[in-house]
């Protein structure tokens, strides 16, 4: 599954992910949109995050929904394989 995230939240840093989007053993892909004033991707990569790895992290309910908020910082990077697209 991928998630797409139109743009993070708070101090640029911080992504919010709705709990029920994770499942144990699973890689949830996600991909940041935001671009900056010329257009330039600022996270430009692959993001992953599972339930497992999401339990480190605080929570906070959104509109009924409860959020793992995640620095972007500490997700992990898809690898890419040379001469593919991601």
């Avoid at 993070?8 to 892909?29: H, M, Q, T």
């Avoid at 997700?75 to 991601?86: A, F, P, Y």
Wanted: hydrophobic share 35%; aromatic share 6%; proline share 6%.
């Amino acid at each position: 599954m991928i998630l797409e995230i139109k743009k993070p939240i708070w101090d640029g840093r911080k992504i919010g992910v709705a709990s029920f989007r994770l499942y144990p053993n699973i890689d949830l892909e996600i991909r940041i949109l935001y671009t900056n004033k010329e257009g330039e991707s600022i996270h430009p990569h692959t993001y992953l995050l599972n339930q497992r790895e999401a339990l480190d992290y605080p929570r906070q309910v959104v509109k009924g929904v409860e959020l793992v908020i995640v620095p972007i910082e500490e997700l992990r990077v898809k690898n890419q394989i040379k001469g593919s697209e991601q």
